[in-house]
């Protein structure tokens, strides 16, 4: 930044400030001309809409919270206030609630394509694991959010999560009474949530920082997962790709618009308008969807890992669905450098592709699972999609490593796009 | 891909948990359903005074205020006189006593109970539940509300009720500590519409839903119209994205 050659603008106001903050030279080098893949697919849309989602959420967040009481004994009423009283409050909710869906939704979308194109492999590594970051970070952002409207499932939701935290050995439950401000769940609790809640956005938004700014050093995948070698390969980033990621938000935009207004509480669970009540427990405890795989994980493990035929344990149940809870997580962050494979995309790779896809399936079953009760037959289910998903990362993808032959790719993007035309105009 | 659309059809229905053993509500022809759907302000009117005569007696209301009942069609002056038919406690004043007046529109509903503690030493231990949001805080809403004042059945033999409980057919675990509240004739309706058991559900579950859901009305009016632009909006974007792609070679 700063250094380098400047065009002048000719525009005397801008080149003034260029010539002191070159912003106008940046914003033309990283969004003007920015050299883009010309084989983008929509898929690569959806790392603008989550930008937008996370902009949405913070302008909403920042009005609702004008009119929010973070008080054990008031934040319930002031959420209804808000639906009722506020001018256009019910908008701002349902916006805010249904955007940390959507936005989910968006970032679910956006991880499946880095999976899919092998946009993790080298030089990416960085840009990836900035990427898990984010997504880590969001889960904290949204657990936080959904606890302060104070209803049962914000309630016991935050009872169930904490309580995790107590599994680990020696400093757990200081590490609790550290969340809880307390003794239990109550009003230090949501005074805290609430203070991080407000935060924690604000950091996703500098490590989006770090993550675009990664992106822009080593330039975007795309669906061959070859590199561009000419310039006749790329276009400019605008208008060609402003204009196709405007029109992909806006087609997203039309599915979120529905939700929030004609279905705003599809998402979420009727338990929710029930005012907290630390002596009535739900009959089921979920959380939201886009936590419900990792909460299966969580419930898989129902099962001590010890010496056999002794009563000498390691790793109890709970302290075991707590580590592969956050093992799971912490896999998608090794991704990089677990899967060698020299080719990057899935169209290539086979095999690759049938393990990814069945991995995405499992994942849905692992959704389902983690939205019924722990019984029957739902428990060796999710146990046995648990396996699937770790099996992924530790045993399929070394395998692939060795076995999955390297098919020839194609010489340019430029001659595959030409190609795929010329069968297409055929 | 085939596979995870499949998948995903399949978790629509995951969402909604069964509760208990309870059955599913049946499904109701709501004047408030579909993305046009909009409250029926007879059935709202009726619904309330379901709710002012029978409900009322122990359940509160305690989100929603007199004033709110300009949106049932009532005028001014007639939300004035529903609310003056309540007393309230307000005070202390300069005096610092407490003391007692008519209810103003700027008053919540008055709430039965002075206490939870009264309400429940009232009802047998049970506590009545506010209504302000029942019909969004039960999983089948309106229906769910409309099946449960028509579901009080006599308990199948073997099935043994403690003092002061009923039997009730779509309620979780079926066993509810309210007394059948509805029967034939106990409202006198003054519009000529029926007054029978299934009139009086059906016009005080929507009433219910709209105290639930007081912007139904503007919230879709709101979405319609941020629909048809995001469609004239996405439209033209795609117009101008073929055109500025046209020379792109491959596309």
Redo the contacts between chains.
């Keep these: 930044m700063g250094s380098g050659k400047r065009e002048k603008f000719e525009n005397p106001a801008i080149e003034w400030v260029d010539s002191r903050l070159p912003i106008f030279t940046m914003m033309q080098k990283e969004y003007g001309v920015f050299p883009t893949p010309k084989n983008f697919n929509y898929f690569w849309n959806f790392g603008a809409i989550a930008m937008v989602m996370l902009m949405i959420m913070i302008i909403t967040g920042i009005v609702l919270a004008m009119h929010y009481t973070p008080h054990a004994d008031m934040a319930f009423e002031s959420v209804e206030r808000i639906m009722r009283d506020v001018n256009h409050g019910w908008m701002l909710r349902y916006i805010h609630a249904n955007g940390a869906s959507f936005f989910f939704i968006a970032v679910y979308i956006h991880i499946f394509r880095g999976m899919y194109y092998g946009s993790y492999k080298q030089p990416r590594e960085i840009l990836w694991i900035l990427g898990v970051l984010i997504f880590l970070l969001m889960m904290a952002t949204a657990f936080m959010g959904y606890v302060l409207p104070w209803g049962q499932m914000s309630f016991w939701g935050a009872t169930v999560i904490t309580n995790l935290f107590s599994a680990i050995p020696l400093v757990g439950d200081s590490i609790v009474t550290l969340l809880w401000g307390g003794f239990s769940v109550d009003n230090a609790t949501l005074n805290r949530f609430f203070a991080l809640h407000y935060l924690m956005p604000f950091v996703i938004v500098a490590v989006v920082f770090l993550h675009v700014w990664a992106l822009h050093v080593v330039g975007s995948n795309n669906p061959l997962g070859i590199e561009p070698k000419t310039k006749q390969d790329t276009l400019p980033f605008h208008p060609y790709y402003t204009m196709k990621d405007t029109f992909g938000l806006m087609a997203f935009m039309i599915v979120f618009v529905i939700f929030a207004f004609f279905m705003p509480n599809a998402l979420g669970h009727p338990d929710n308008y029930i005012p907290a009540d630390p002596l009535i427990t739900p009959a089921h405890i979920v959380p939201e969807w886009y936590f419900l795989p990792f909460y299966a994980i969580l419930r898989a493990i129902t099962f001590d890992l010890g010496l056999p035929f002794t009563s000498v344990i390691f790793c109890p149940a709970k302290l075991g669905g707590v580590l592969a809870m956050f093992g799971s997580i912490a896999l998608l962050f090794a991704l990089p450098f677990i899967d060698k494979h020299p080719v990057r995309s899935a169209r290539f790779r086979p095999w690759y592709r049938i393990a990814l896809l069945s991995f995405v399936a499992n994942a849905f079953i692992l959704g389902i699972c983690g939205g019924k009760p722990a019984e029957g037959f739902w428990v060796p289910l999710s146990q046995f999609s648990t396996f699937y998903y770790f099996a992924f990362f530790l045993v399929i993808l070394p395998i692939l490593n060795k076995k999955e032959p390297v098919l020839d790719l194609p010489s340019s993007i430029n001659e595959a796009v030409l190609a795929k035309n010329k069968k297409a105009s055929a | 891909?085939k596979?995870?659309i499949t998948?995903?059809v399949?978790?629509m229905p995951?969402?909604v948990?069964a509760?208990?053993d309870a059955p599913t509500p049946h499904k109701q022809e709501w004047n408030f359903n579909g993305?046009f759907g909009t409250f029926d302000r007879g059935a709202l009117q009726r619904g309330f005074q379901v709710y002012k005569q029978v409900c009322s007696a122990c359940h509160s209301m305690n989100?929603v205020s007199y004033r709110?009942l300009s949106a049932l069609g009532y005028s001014e002056a007639q939300v004035k006189a529903i609310a003056s038919e309540y007393t309230v406690m307000d005070g202390p004043n300069d005096e610092g006593e407490m003391f007692e007046r008519p209810a103003k529109p700027s008053d919540r509903f008055k709430n039965p109970y002075t206490n939870d503690q009264q309400a429940r030493y009232v009802n047998n231990g049970a506590l009545p539940?506010d209504l302000?949001?029942i019909a969004?805080?039960?999983?089948g809403?309106a229906d769910y509300i409309y099946a449960l004042m028509t579901g009080y059945k006599d308990a199948p033999e073997g099935e043994t009720l403690g003092t002061g409980q009923y039997w009730n057919k779509y309620m979780?675990g079926h066993k509810i500590a309210m007394a059948p509240p509805l029967a034939d004739d106990v409202v006198a309706y003054e519009d000529g519409s029926p007054t029978t058991l299934d009139q009086y559900a059906k016009d005080v579950s929507e009433f219910l839903m709209w105290t639930?859901e007081?912007?139904m009305e503007i919230?879709?009016r709101?979405?319609v119209k941020?629909?048809l632009f995001?469609?004239i909006?996405?439209g033209l974007?795609?117009t101008?994205?073929r055109k500025?792609?046209a020379n792109?070679?491959?596309?």
């Design positions: 891909m596979l995870i998948l995903l399949l978790m995951v969402s948990l509760a208990g993305p989100h709110n539940v302000s949001l969004k805080a039960r999983v809403g979780a639930a007081p912007h919230r879709k709101t979405g941020a629909v995001l469609l909006f996405a974007l795609y101008v994205k500025i792609w792109v070679k491959g596309h």
